[in-house]
């Protein structure tokens, strides 16, 4: 068979199983809320894409590799989900960068972000003054929440670096 046409019957066997297979696994296959599912993420484009693109590699071992991955993804996140301490090892934590408009610097050195990094951020989410910004978290899955609002007690309890914020000026962006 020519190559073109092992593309062609493997696109449509593998993006279609790949449908099922998530279908069955969950939308959370995709979810970007831990390392695991980023990592899986990314293995799995990789997957079809070299299943595809290349035609010495079988669709079959493609298939295969898929509901490898997606099986390994499920147990882990059944296993994180029935063990407490997995989600530690799993799952990175919350990072508090800004509290009541201050800049928490040792925060930015942790997450590896630079102050214009966090202008990104806080001008992304309309934020034109950094002493609007109420509470800006680096959360579990890389993005960046931007609170204007002072939040409620039980939303930030088990965030770290919630305590009174760093002394230091606020000013705008």
Same mark, same amino acid.
């Given at each position: !068979? %020519?190559?073109? !046409?092992?593309?062609?019957?493997?696109?449509?066997?593998?993006? &279609?199983?790949?449908?099922?297979? #998530?279908?069955?696994?969950?939308?959370? =296959?995709?979810?970007k !809320? =831990? *390392?695991?599912?980023?990592?899986?993420?990314?293995?799995? $484009?990789?997957?079809? @894409?070299?299943?595809?693109?290349?035609?010495?590699? %079988?669709?079959? !071992? $493609?298939?295969? *590799?898929?509901?490898?991955?997606?099986?390994v993804?499920?147990?882990?996140?059944?296993?994180?989900?029935?063990?407490?301490? @997995?989600?530690?090892?799993t799952?990175?934590?919350?990072?508090?960068?800004?509290?009541? $408009?201050l800049v928490?610097?040792?925060?930015?050195?942790? *997450?590896?972000?630079?102050?214009?990094?966090l202008?990104?951020?806080?001008? $992304?989410?309309?934020?034109?003054?950094?002493?609007?910004? *109420?509470?800006?978290?680096?959360?579990t899955?890389?993005? #960046?929440?931007?609170?204007?609002?002072? &939040?409620?007690?039980?939303?930030?309890?088990?965030?770290?670096?919630i305590?009174? &914020?760093?002394?230091?000026?606020?000013? =705008?962006?």
């Open positions: !068979m %020519p190559d073109w !046409m092992t593309i062609l019957l493997d696109a449509v066997i593998l993006l &279609p199983a790949l449908m099922l297979f #998530v279908r069955i696994a969950g939308l959370r =296959s995709f979810a !809320m =831990s *390392a695991h599912d980023f990592a899986v993420t990314v293995a799995t $484009g990789s997957v079809v @894409a070299s299943t595809v693109v290349n035609p010495s590699t %079988p669709w079959s !071992m $493609g298939l295969l *590799a898929l509901a490898a991955l997606l099986a993804q499920t147990a882990i996140g059944a296993f994180r989900v029935r063990v407490k301490r @997995a989600q530690h090892w799952d990175n934590e919350p990072l508090v960068l800004m509290r009541d $408009g928490r610097e040792e925060a930015l050195v942790e *997450a590896r972000m630079t102050r214009d990094d202008r990104q951020k806080l001008r $992304g989410a309309g934020v034109t003054r950094m002493a609007d910004a *109420a509470l800006v978290v680096l959360e899955t890389g993005d #960046v929440s931007v609170l204007t609002e002072p &939040p409620e007690d039980t939303l930030v309890a088990e965030l770290r670096g305590g009174a &914020p760093p002394p230091g000026p606020t000013g =705008s962006l």
